[in-house]
């Protein structure tokens, strides 16, 4: 067991050593219950979570209920909810900034930490002029995202109303995985016909997953 192996207070060297990298996730978890239970019973609680649940990630999408059989303990419970927000929070990157200039590899970097832990699918539109500036940024659907749920009419629309030139297309995978799927493959060729007969081009359509993100342009499925 833990508990049997190591003592808060050399957890807590490490720390202050700014060595925090090199303790595992177990340890780490341990640190954090035991400023509230017990050392035993903190052990106890480590083995329990990691014997349920696959990696620390899992804690940010437990309900309630679930942390209240989990932790047993108030203010625990409030403490996990500040923890995973402040994680959300580090991961995200500054919002695209109107007018500038954007490149496929930073807005799918800055996608992945906007959308990449989501549990529902969203999928953003991005606005460009003709010398691809950015206008405007939209979030403009969520659910189950096929050719024949999302329509271009909501998207094309908003791009005439900013008068676009180009439109970029985001959305997240909640499995974490990007690789595209045939409903993706659909929707990009329903947006790119529907874009060559309006004269707005579709630039590219990045699908983003927990940690990585896919450019259909540069996998060349968009020319």
């Not at 340890?27 to 106890?44: H, R, S, T, V, Y």
């Not at 480590?46 to 990630?57: I, M, N």
Request: proline content about 3%; overall charge positive.
């Amino acid at each position: 067991m833990l508990t049997n192996r190591i003592e808060p207070s050399s957890l807590l060297k490490q720390i202050e050593n700014y060595t925090a990298g090199s303790l595992s996730d177990h340890e780490l978890l341990f640190l954090c219950l035991n400023f509230f239970l017990k050392k035993e019973m903190a052990a106890k609680k480590v083995e329990l979570f990691f014997k349920q649940y696959s990696d620390l990630r899992q804690l940010r999408y437990l309900t309630e209920t679930e942390l209240a059989v989990l932790w047993g303990n108030p203010q625990l419970i409030m403490v996990t909810k500040i923890l995973c927000e402040l994680a959300i929070r580090l991961r995200r990157c500054p919002k695209l900034t109107l007018g500038r200039i954007y490149t496929s590899q930073e807005i799918g970097k800055r996608m992945v930490a906007e959308l990449g832990m989501l549990q529902q699918e969203t999928l953003q539109v991005i606005l460009l002029d003709i010398k691809n500036q950015i206008l405007e940024s939209r979030s403009v659907f969520k659910g189950t995202l096929d050719a024949a749920t999302v329509h271009p009419r909501e998207i094309f629309s908003l791009a005439l109303r900013y008068h676009a030139a180009h439109i970029m297309v985001v959305h997240n995978h909640p499995s974490g995985d990007p690789t595209p799927s045939q409903n993706d493959l659909k929707l990009t060729n329903r947006l790119r016909k529907c874009g060559e007969i309006m004269g707005i081009n579709l630039l590219d359509h990045l699908i983003v997953g927990s940690v990585h993100y896919l450019s259909m342009r540069e996998e060349k499925i968009i020319n």
